[in-house]
């Protein structure tokens, strides 16, 4: 392998939406997954989106720093309202990362 094929390689990425209830985090199906690399975040619109809806939502995505939130199809509310930058790491072969996104 290539150094650079490294740094290229697209690292599959799942988006989990849950909220705390009762103390419990607790999943919450049914949210519009969207990114955009962190460097662009003020930017107003998305770059990029999941085709899927949250519990299904899962997508290859290069690694890097990324700004990820939730919005339901009805609404354009964001969550979470105050977003950090997420790193997406590089991962050996066919290994997966699970990101949850707090809506409270």
Do not use: C, H
């Not at 930017?43 to 700004?67: M, Q, R, V």
């Amino acid at each position: 392998m290539k150094l650079d094929d490294k740094f290229t390689r697209p690292v599959k990425v799942k988006i989990v939406t849950r909220r705390i209830v009762d103390g419990k985090e607790v999943d919450v199906p049914g949210y519009i997954i969207k990114y955009k690399l962190w460097f662009l975040k003020d930017e107003k619109t998305p770059l990029f989106n999941f085709t899927n809806p949250t519990l299904s939502a899962e997508k290859s995505i290069t690694p890097g720093n990324y700004d990820i939130w939730a919005e339901l199809p009805s609404s354009s509310k964001q969550y979470p309202q105050k977003r950090t930058r997420m790193r997406i790491p590089d991962v050996d072969g066919s290994d997966a990362i699970t990101i949850v996104l707090l809506l409270n």
